[in-house]
């Protein structure tokens, strides 16, 4: 449900800004709620910004997939760490795209590689724990 903002209107896709529902509180809600240290700016609600994983790590989560599973993930597969939903298949399948197309910094590819016997690229690739 939205709470609607100065004039009764809500932003664009039924959102409202922190301020703008902090508008739609009665004043005398409003400092109440700044007395426990409910404000906009520090709303302990406010989902925390999680940090990315670097290239190198997500390689890490790969190669537990394939000892896991082993084989390489479906495009559409994703993996649950820490709490977070992690599109494992979605970043395989760019590594591969970006290999193909020589975009893929060569480092990055031999990291992969590393994980399989033979070409990496492949629909059928092998992990090298199976192998």
């Not at 994983?53 to 599973?69: C, D, G, M």
């Not at 760019?94 to 975009?103: D, I, N, P, V």
């Not at 590689?113 to 992990?127: I, K, M, N, S």
Request: glycine share 10%.
């Amino acid at each position: 449900m939205a709470v609607a903002g100065e004039g009764g209107r809500v932003g664009a896709g039924g959102e409202v800004s922190a301020q703008e529902a902090v508008l739609a509180v009665p004043v005398r809600e409003q400092h109440l709620l700044t007395a426990l240290g409910l404000t906009p700016h520090t709303n302990p609600l406010t989902p925390a910004r999680r940090t990315r994983r670097t290239f190198e790590q997500t390689v890490q989560l790969l190669e537990l997939f394939l000892h896991r599973e082993g084989r390489p993930p479906a495009a559409r597969e994703s993996i649950r760490v820490d709490g977070d939903t992690v599109k494992i298949g979605a970043w395989f399948a760019k590594a591969r795209t970006e290999h193909r197309t020589g975009q893929l910094p060569e480092a990055h590819a031999h990291l992969i590689a590393t994980l399989f016997d033979g070409d990496w690229t492949t629909e059928h690739a092998v992990p090298a724990a199976m192998a």
